[in-house]
């Protein structure tokens, strides 16, 4: 019986000892581990980084304007001149028409029974100016004769054969047919001149006749028509009314955008947009940012953009709803990777590489796009009190830091990767 628990305590010491020996070469293994960590947490090591070289490239941004209508881009409503029966018409809602076709004709019976009497007025005036030449040519031939017959009695007066009254009532007689002559030819002015009254006045009927004649403005498609034979249209008030045509011009259309503040800097003319309407599904549409109002609305602070579609097919219909996207770009400008860009605040750095340091490296940036962001100029050097910064371009030989930016501080020691680009 003491054999047995001299033996049972061998086996509880072997078991203790055991334990003790498994703890120890825990506690060396956790060592180790920590000093392992230890020494790859340590500050003095670089970290590896990646860097770029900035590049002349095209910078593009989506400028995203949800929820616009497309618009014709001329839309006339044609009214009466004067007042008259529509005799007829000659275009319907949904119809094409050209610049200058005749969409409908009114009848003013009174300025037709006007334009005859200042036709007839006109032949009038003008056998009247007939009159007056005849007349100023008798005047011509009788002032001739008064001459002769003066001259040759003075003449016959001076030998003393005729008396002197004789000689003057000749005179006389000239000098009368001088007066007729002058009395004739402001005859034939004032025949002139009122021909010419009658022919402005029968030109002015002509003209106010040309109105009952309802033209298309210019080429488009009628979406009105408010006009039936016989009615009677009349010139539209200050109200306006009814008109007798709507014509909407469809080729081109347009859509008006309100750009945000912050991105209508970026807005140019000529920028490409994008348009993709609710109703087409999948289908997208290209125009041109034809025009802006070059000021924001100062109560939205937005700025009001025209972009132009051409529409040569028709399946844009002014009214339907729509997306609209402009493509900010410009083209062929200094830049760098957006990942190497870091934004706190207003102010924009990078990191360039300097002598194996990462230096914090404000810079002035353009247009900010998805992929790429353009740098115009970078800080030369801190300024020093009193001074103002010191700015420069880029020149494509600078290393700049494109990863782990978060991560950095100024002046820190980097390891730069192989296959710089």
């Not at 409908?104 to 030449?133: D, F, G, T």
């Not at 005859?187 to 109105?211: I, N, P």
């Amino acid at each position: 019986m003491r054999f047995i628990r001299l033996q049972f305590g061998s086996i509880v010491v072997a078991i203790a000892g055991a334990t003790l020996l498994g703890l120890a070469a825990a506690c060396d293994r956790q060592t180790a581990a920590s000093s392992d960590h230890a020494a790859k947490a340590s500050p003095t090591e670089a970290p590896a980084v990646k860097v770029v070289h900035p590049e002349k490239k095209d910078v593009r941004r989506l400028i995203e304007r949800p929820g616009y209508n497309i618009e014709a881009y001329e839309r006339t409503a044609l009214y009466a001149r004067i007042a008259g029966y529509v005799r007829k018409w000659n275009a319907d809602m949904g119809d094409r028409v050209h610049k200058d076709d005749i969409l409908a004709e009114l009848y003013v019976p009174e300025m037709e029974v006007e334009l005859k009497q200042k036709e007839a007025s006109i032949r009038q005036a003008s056998s009247e100016i007939e009159q007056a030449r005849a007349a100023k040519q008798r005047a011509e031939a009788e002032l001739q004769r008064a001459k002769s017959q003066a001259e040759r009695l003075a003449k016959v007066g001076r030998s003393g054969v005729l008396d002197k009254e004789q000689v003057e009532e000749a005179g006389l007689g000239f000098e009368a047919a001088q007066a007729a002559l002058a009395k004739a030819k402001a005859d034939v002015s004032v025949a002139e001149a009122r021909l010419e009254v009658v022919k402005a006045e029968r030109d002015h009927v002509q003209a106010m006749l040309e109105y009952t004649k309802i033209r298309a403005p210019f080429d488009g498609v009628i979406t009105r028509r408010n006009v039936n034979t016989d009615d009677l249209a009349q010139p539209s008030a200050a109200s306006k009314g009814d008109s007798l045509f709507v014509v909407e011009k469809v080729d081109p259309v347009r859509v008006f955008v309100n750009v945000q503040e912050l991105e209508a800097v970026w807005v140019r003319d000529g920028d490409t947009a994008i348009i993709r309407p609710q109703s087409l599904p999948g289908q997208e549409f290209k125009g041109r940012v034809t025009r802006n109002s070059g000021a924001l609305h100062p109560q939205n602070r937005t700025l009001r953009t025209e972009i132009d579609l051409p529409n040569a097919d028709g399946k844009l219909m002014p009214g339907m709803y729509v997306n609209a996207t402009i493509i900010a770009e410009h083209k062929n400008v200094w830049s760098l990777p957006a990942k190497a860009v870091v934004t706190q605040g207003e102010q924009s750095f990078c990191y360039r590489v300097e002598q194996g340091k990462a230096v914090r490296t404000p810079i002035q940036v353009g247009l900010v796009g998805k992929e790429w962001v353009e740098v115009l100029k970078k800080q030369a050097r801190p300024a020093k009190a009193g001074e103002k910064d010191q700015w420069e371009g880029f020149n494509g030989e600078e290393i700049i830091v494109a990863s782990d930016l978060t991560s950095l501080t100024d002046g820190q020691a980097v390891n730069v990767l192989a296959g710089r680009k």
